[in-house]
């Protein structure tokens, strides 16, 4: 008798008519092969091994480099379900249109079966999925951001309980271009894109769309946020969840080195975390990818060493750059960021020559690296480990240039779900779209949350219900400009100042004032030796302007309006109270 796996393998032959299928087992043998033919498919073309090792490049179409937003749907039950936040299409219907896209798309094509593992595959938290894909550059993208292979098609067995990814890049058509989640049937269908949020199933559309709702039936989270474990001097470990919108620093946050000597960042995620309550009452977190998926512009030694290093390391095959510029002096992949000075002879990421009086970026601001995590250097000796690990911080941030002050605390969990809820920040070009604007931002989830998001603040309030042992939440902008458009903060390394501060605050080893709008550092609280700082900056950074939150509290009020009744009564509340102390 066939198992769930094999019938899902033949119903999706039968839609897709492939010329032949390919059913991973995610050894290094399959990577080098399948790396050798999209070499010869012109879909990669192989670096310099000397700088960057086992590295490849590739080029997507123009058309196609972005999370594609207005093309992604929910598809649950009820639009009411998906909320205001989705997309909405009735399933039925998505799904007549989705399988009339993919009826014979594979045609003179291969089919790759990808079976995979999100999270460590001996965690009771971890995920069975099975993605087909047209893509050899998906399938080898995929290879590096989860466990692929014959672990994960042990671990399925005969159990139909698997998530279901079904991709194709058609003709890479804008117009025939959609990314449906059906979040009952545990099933993502995506076609028309090869990039990455939209083709590596197992990413945003799985870990974070699908896997909220899953957490919302099942009691736990699925957030857009980075693990890190911050060492002190004494070699105690402090493990803190980061939620911040794309282009805000995440990244820099979770291969941070602190400028105070003792202290050590450990890299347990930079994008994901799934969060469970524990039989101890704490809550636990783990990364469920298995590598890196990074904007490359703005990456470089002064901003990102250990991301450096990371990109330089051959311990796990391949590392992929795309729509970065190439380097022709010494065929390396290049963009705005990584050097002070531009390379005199460049290929622009459309593979023209670059000019650089055009004014135009080398590489597309959206340009990416994929990498495994095995090969980041400060990558955490707990990042295996089953259980996860225990979070005693929580930090929101957002990019805005003013209003937000540097860094505050949360009174408790209400009013740090409440501040998580109210995010604001500027967009960027993960996105797509105008850049710049400000757009609410709730957790940094608004274009990953797979449900209504008025029921998902209501059930980020039930977690903290069940926790025992509540994690301290802080909001932070390392982004806020003086008067003439200056960042008043230097931000990267120094950001190490910031977290040493919620430390002191969770060990309860420093106070803290009262403010309208939560606690703040006490004067002097935050270490800024060998900072060239002023004491006006450093007020003017943990400043509170009335009238700015004033208009803060009407665009929060406008924001909640869009989810009705939904929006939970504690929320409510608490932006009454954020009102009353502002004196409206």
């Not at 196609?64 to 039925?92: I, M, S, Y």
């Not at 798309?105 to 999925?129: D, E, H, L, Q, W």
């Amino acid at each position: 008798m066939a198992t769930p796996m094999e019938l899902f393998i033949r119903e999706m032959e039968e839609l897709t008519c492939p010329d032949s299928i390919h059913i991973m087992d995610g050894s290094d043998e399959e990577a080098r092969n399948l790396s050798e033919l999209a070499q010869k498919e012109k879909v990669l073309t192989k670096l310099n091994d000397k700088v960057y090792p086992d590295s490849y490049y590739h080029r997507s179409n123009p058309n196609d480099v972005a999370r594609t937003e207005h093309l992604t749907f929910v598809c649950t039950p009820t639009k009411e379900q998906a909320g205001p936040n989705n997309n909405w299409l009735d399933p039925a219907e998505a799904k007549t249109k989705m399988n009339a896209l993919f009826k014979d798309c594979m045609k003179g094509r291969t089919m790759y079966v990808i079976p995979f593992v999100m999270g460590n595959p001996k965690s009771k938290y971890a995920k069975n999925c099975i993605q087909v894909t047209d893509s050899v550059y998906v399938a080898l993208s995929m290879r590096i951001m989860s466990r692929v292979g014959k672990q994960a098609t042990e671990r399925i067995g005969n159990c139909a309980d698997f998530f279901k990814g079904i991709h194709s890049v058609g003709d890479v058509n804008p117009d025939r271009r959609f990314i449906m989640h059906f979040p009952q049937d545990n099933t993502v269908m995506s076609f028309g894109s090869g990039y990455g949020g939209n083709a590596l199933l197992g990413k945003k559309c799985y870990s974070l769309r699908i896997a909220s709702y899953l957490g919302y039936q099942e009691g736990w989270l699925a957030e857009h946020m980075i693990v890190i474990g911050v060492e002190a001097p004494d070699g105690k470990v402090t493990y803190f969840l980061g939620a911040f919108p794309s282009a805000c620093g995440k990244t820099n946050l979770a291969l941070l080195q602190p400028v105070f000597p003792g202290y050590k960042v450990w890299t347990l995620g930079d994008d994901i975390a799934w969060i469970n309550v524990g039989e101890d009452g704490q809550l636990y977190a783990i990364n469920p990818e298995a590598g890196m998926f990074g904007v490359a512009p703005g990456t470089g030694i002064k901003t990102n060493p250990v991301m450096v290093d990371t990109l330089k390391n051959d311990k796990f095959f391949p590392t992929l750059f795309t729509n970065t510029a190439i380097d022709n002096s010494d065929n390396t992949p290049w963009w705005e960021g990584l050097s002070d000075e531009t390379p005199a002879d460049l290929t622009d990421w459309q593979g023209q020559k670059y000019d650089k009086s055009s004014g135009k970026p080398a590489a597309h601001p959206n340009s990416r690296f994929t990498v495994s995590i095995y090969n980041c250097p400060a990558l955490s000796p707990e990042y295996d480990n089953p259980k996860g690990v225990p979070i005693s911080g929580i930090i929101f941030g957002g990019r805005r240039r003013n209003t937000i002050p540097l860094v505050y605390e949360c009174k408790d969990w209400e009013s740090g779900v409440f501040t998580a809820s109210i995010i604001g920040s500027e967009t960027t070009a993960a996105a797509g779209g105008t850049q710049g604007v400000v757009r609410r931002d709730p957790m940094a989830m608004l274009p990953f949350c797979g449900y209504n998001m008025g029921d998902y603040f209501k059930h980020w309030l039930s977690i903290g219900k069940k926790t025992s042992k509540q994690p301290k939440i802080f909001m932070v902008n390392w982004f806020r400009k003086d008067e003439n458009g200056n960042f008043m903060w230097p931000g990267f390394r120094d950001n190490s100042r910031i977290i040493k501060w919620m430390i002191e605050r969770i060990e309860g080893k420093t106070g803290a004032k009262e403010t309208e709008i939560g606690l703040m550092p006490e004067d002097n609280a935050l270490d800024t030796s060998g900072l060239t700082i002023s004491k006006e900056t450093m007020d003017k950074l943990l400043s509170i302007n009335k009238e700015d939150w004033k208009k803060e509290a009407s665009m929060i009020e406008e924001f909640y309006a869009k989810f009705g009744d939904t929006i939970p009564a504690e929320l409510k509340n608490k932006l009454a109270e954020l009102k009353k102390n502002l004196g409206i």
